[in-house]
């Protein structure tokens, strides 16, 4: 076997033997073909082994790139269903409390106990529709040490009890999950 038909193992033997300034003259009078920019070493069958190659791997390259346009896309559209419908669960459970108070205000003749049970029956619907959504409230204890992450002091009066304890809570907060929602308000007890 001749040494000009011998198979070239390697691509980086192929490019070491490219002359670039001839393929650069050959591409500006573009005369670019496989016989103007290949040393006579290498053989027309390893030269079309090789063109078929790098076919094959455009090939595969382009449906690779196809393949993440489609994935990021994919990942765009759920990103923005998960946007759009991100509360649904919780509305879904607020729709009963709604028509609780709407047939609440219906009733013909209201006592003050009727209304009394009704305000009663639908906050166990709202407080059913909270848990299930996991929203959880933040109602501290008198004494109970003040937490920053979870309670903001809006005062400090003097007291009987440790200093920087809860004194009194004048609104509850709220807690998604474990992300604050509102702080509890709350006053607190001043140093002695």
Do not use: C, W
């Not at 290949?38 to 082994?49: D, F, I, R, Y």
């Not at 649904?88 to 028509?99: I, M």
């Not at 219906?106 to 009663?120: A, D, H, L, R």
């Amino acid at each position: 076997m001749q040494e000009q038909d011998k198979p070239v193992e390697n691509t980086e033997t192929i490019a070491t033997s490219i002359d670039v300034e001839a393929l650069q003259a050959a591409a500006a009078q573009n005369q670019v073909g496989p016989e103007s920019i290949v040393e006579p070493g290498v053989s027309a069958e390893t030269l079309a082994q090789l063109e078929s190659k790098v076919l094959e791997l455009q090939d595969a390259f382009m449906r690779a790139k196809a393949e993440g346009e489609n994935i990021r896309r994919r990942a765009q559209e759920d990103i923005s269903k998960a946007h759009k419908f991100a509360i649904e669960s919780f509305a879904e459970s607020l729709v009963p409390v709604k028509d609780s108070l709407e047939m609440g205000l219906k009733v013909e003749t209201q006592t003050v106990e009727s209304i009394k049970e009704g305000v009663e029956m639908t906050l166990k619907q709202l407080n059913a529709a909270f848990e299930k959504n996991r929203l959880i409230e933040i109602n501290p204890q008198q004494g109970e040490k003040l937490d920053p992450s979870k309670h903001q002091a809006v005062s400090m009066v003097p007291a009987e009890q440790e200093a920087n304890t809860i004194v009194t809570v004048l609104q509850k907060g709220y807690m998604i999950a474990d992300r604050l929602l509102r702080p509890a308000l709350v006053t607190v007890a001043q140093a002695k």
